[in-house]
């Protein structure tokens, strides 16, 4: 993508893109105003409707996956780029989800009567039109939409070329389902068929796009943070670590760290570095033995090399190793020799994402907690819980690894902003 802030894009794709977003806001009008049981039934109706198509998006879907392989997308990407029945009914199940959840648009956040009379409320609406830059993440297009409509929100989706195919026919579905419930079908638009040159362009479009909100590896935000004249809420890039305390039950280290680096590793909750103090010998060792059983490659220092079983893959670990977000069943892994080595190390190198620490002690939780400055930080459990689903919200725009406007977990709430309501009796200031 261009640091130009668009100057090589074709005046046809800069045009296309401007009238993408010009129908996206006329199209919004009526759904920031749409009461709460019209939203829900279309949320419903949405995943009837994928259900009803799970033959057509896996078919779909395989052109894609099928495309990924031939070019030598990593198996990280496909793993991203897939759809099954599992994943399919997981969507659906989203949307639902979705639906039952409180509607945030017209909650007061706070209000009051002011001393010469008028009340005030302060009330939530929606933010606009969002535009969405992702890759090989069909399921980022269900979730996305899916939050928008609840919120009020009108969205414009690029989904990149890699799920080109699975992305349309999701697209094609969510837009006959809207128009089905008397809403404009442009409330959801894609852009994939105009390519980079319309991510560009959807970049610049300051004045209908409200917001840009892109999710995916670190090239692809930084290319968003900085092309972008429209807002932008950086999320998503995930170097997680994984502390070991000294006082760690054995087995407990082994479960979380076993789910924190295995049980999905191609999503950005997934553990990149594993700490492990110099006293913990025992749940060291055992950790890296059940992590080699599974097939992950160790980067380690001297400390860790020294804990690794026989026939370990293993690597000593370089400085840069402590810094990358593998999203494979590869670890970075070292040995500390207090809480305050671990929190330093972790100051040092992480992108402000996830960190956990597990541990019997109750002081060193409070101190982990009080001192990682992340957007999630986790006591006693796997990683994983760093997700819009696991935590209640129905689904996730993203992951916020920043702190204005939303942090963390980006659910419906995250998609509104506030306005001011005065209300009074002919009151003028003097």
Avoid at 277 to 289: C, N, S, Y
Avoid at 365 to 381: C, G, K, L, M
Avoid at 418 to 428: A, H, N, P, Y
Wanted: proline share 3%.
């Amino acid at each position: 993508m261009s640091g130009s802030g668009g100057a090589d894009v074709p005046e046809e794709v800069r045009e296309a893109i401007r009238s993408v977003g010009e129908r996206a806001r006329r199209a919004r009008h009526e759904l920031a105003t749409a009461g709460r049981a019209r939203k829900d039934e279309t949320l419903r109706a949405m995943a009837a409707k994928l259900r009803l198509n799970t033959r057509h998006l896996i078919a779909e879907n395989k052109k894609d996956v099928a495309a990924g392989r031939e070019s030598g997308t990593s198996e990280a990407m496909l793993d991203r780029l897939s759809l099954d029945e599992a994943r399919i009914e997981a969507l659906a199940v989203a949307l639902e989800e979705l639906a039952a959840l409180p509607d945030p648009v017209g909650d007061v956040v706070r209000g009051r009567n002011l001393p010469n009379g008028l009340r005030m409320t302060q009330v939530r609406v929606p933010l606009g039109t969002v535009g969405a830059i992702y890759e090989a993440r069909p399921n980022v297009t269900v979730d996305i939409a899916g939050l928008a409509l609840k919120s009020g929100n009108a969205v414009i989706l690029r989904g990149g070329s890699a799920a080109r195919n699975t992305n349309a026919a999701l697209i094609s579905i969510l837009r006959e389902v809207a128009g089905d419930q008397g809403f404009e079908a442009d409330i959801i638009q894609g852009i994939d068929q105009y390519g980079r040159a319309g991510a560009t362009a959807l970049m610049s479009e300051r004045g209908s796009v409200d917001v840009l909100i892109p999710r995916g590896g670190h090239d692809l935000i930084q290319s968003v943070v900085r092309t972008a004249r429209v807002p932008v809420i950086e999320t998503g890039e995930g170097n997680v670590h994984l502390f070991i305390d000294a006082s760690a039950p054995v087995k407990m280290a082994v479960d979380i760290a076993l789910n924190a680096k295995t049980q999905r590793v191609s999503v950005c909750n997934a553990a990149e570095t594993l700490l492990i103090h110099a006293q913990a010998e025992e749940a060291g060792r055992e950790v890296l033995r059940a992590l080699s059983r599974t097939g992950v490659f160790l980067h380690v220092d001297e400390g860790a090399r020294a804990w690794l079983p026989d026939g370990a893959q293993a690597e000593t670990a370089r400085d840069e190793d402590w810094g990358r977000e593998y999203l494979a069943l590869e670890m970075a892994v070292k040995t500390v020799g207090s809480l305050d080595e671990a929190i330093e190390h972790i100051q040092r190198w992480s992108t402000g994402h996830t960190e956990a620490i597990v541990t019997n002690d109750l002081a060193n939780a409070d101190r982990f907690v009080t001192e990682i400055d992340s957007a999630a930080v986790i006591v006693n459990a796997s990683t994983r819980f760093t997700d819009g689903g696991q935590l209640g919200l129905g689904a996730e725009v993203g992951i916020s690894t920043q702190k204005m406007h939303a942090r963390g977990p980006m659910g419906l709430e995250e998609l509104t902003t506030t306005k001011w309501v005065l209300r009074g009796e002919g009151q003028v200031r003097i």
